[in-house]
């Protein structure tokens, strides 16, 4: 048996000398890109049904995680909220994902995490006992199963939508509130457990890049920029901005530039940060399962290195408020970060 692993092993070196050594794929570079001749496959990402079931699992394996039904779509699917911790004297920070239906790796990052927050760890429980956790994994339910009342005919694989099942874009409704999920998120968590800081998670374009630079970045972030937020609020954000970055920049596979984004209170980052002095912070991921404009598709069924990339930055704020770096980490690097730029056309200006 010895003799056969010595045997493999020179094969395997053998191997790598004539074919160089296998680079990782980094979630930033030159792909990968729909190029309009693959299929467009998601069978990596969670169905409603898969996501209903394994957040039911994660929720039995750990005293600590109370799952919460908080509302329903417009189709009637439970809209699920993952809790962590009760401690009215620790912040309380909130994940949302998928606000938009094709945004979809943000949430199996959501998933990952809620995963890791059941393990009963030593390193959990510092967590746990240090922060409140909300994460409310895929508010857009029904566009994300592609069952809406539209067609979808001319999205590039017909499976996932931007839009909520009645066509409205619920990262555009946090001030009226006419929408049943939005509704929902505002009235049964956000006014209901008042958090303190907030990551929403979205997708951008695959052509987005660093500046004007040649340099796909892996994502881009921005805090609240509507002029009537609190200053404090504001600067608050830019600290949860600080982690994620720092973070990212470490693990070597991610880049970031800061988003191009507007002004308006109806878009969650600002709105929240507006009304409830909420620390928002805008975190857009590479790439979308489904659009009907090809450039925004990704063009495989998942990405693993954008999946991990979103467990990196909500990994690295929940640490933050265990070892306090929350509180004193630099925010001077906004001021030098690149605007988003990019290599092709830009379809819609905030996500």
């Not at 001030?175 to 505002?186: M, S, W």
């Not at 990212?248 to 209170?265: E, I, M, N, Q, W």
């Amino acid at each position: 048996m010895k003799k056969n692993g010595l045997v493999l092993a020179l094969c395997l070196v053998l191997i790598g000398s004539l074919f160089g050594t296998v680079q990782s794929a980094q979630a930033e570079g030159e792909g990968p890109n729909y190029n309009g001749n693959e299929t467009i496959q998601n069978e990596r990402l969670h169905t409603y049904d898969e996501l209903v079931k394994s957040l039911e699992q994660y929720a039995k394996r750990s005293d600590d995680m109370i799952l919460e039904v908080y509302g329903q779509s417009i189709k009637g699917r439970d809209l699920y909220l993952a809790r962590f911790g009760d401690n009215e004297d620790n912040p309380t920070v909130l994940f949302l994902t998928q606000q938009h239906g094709n945004e979809a790796l943000t949430t199996e990052s959501a998933l990952e995490v809620i995963k890791y927050l059941t393990n009963n760890s030593k390193q959990v429980q510092d967590i746990i006992d240090n922060v409140n956790i909300l994460i409310a994994p895929r508010l857009n339910v029904d566009g994300a199963e592609g069952d809406v009342n539209f067609s979808l005919d001319d999205y590039v694989a017909g499976t996932h939508t931007r839009y909520n099942a009645d066509g409205f874009d619920l990262n555009r409704d946090h001030v009226n509130r006419d929408q049943p999920e939005t509704k929902a998120l505002h009235e049964n968590v956000i006014q209901k457990y008042e958090p303190d800081f907030m990551i929403d998670f979205h997708h951008q374009g695959t052509q987005t890049t660093l500046g004007d630079t040649d340099e796909y970045v892996s994502g881009s972030i921005l805090y609240p920029t509507n002029e009537g937020v609190d200053p404090e609020v504001r600067e608050r954000s830019k600290q949860l901005g600080a982690i994620v970055y720092n973070a990212v920049d470490d693990k070597g596979y991610g880049l970031l530039s800061k988003y191009r984004g507007g002004t308006a209170p109806t878009i969650s980052r600002n709105g929240l940060a507006l009304e409830y002095g909420i620390a928002t912070l805008l975190f857009e991921m590479r790439g979308m399962a489904d659009h009907y404009y090809e450039p925004y598709v990704l063009g495989q069924k998942s990405n693993g290195y954008l999946i991990q990339q979103g467990v990196t930055a909500m990994k690295a704020v929940l640490e933050s408020f265990v070892d306090g770096s929350i509180e004193t980490v630099d925010t001077s690097f906004w001021d030098t970060l690149p605007v988003s730029g990019s290599k092709g056309e830009e379809h819609e200006d905030e996500h």
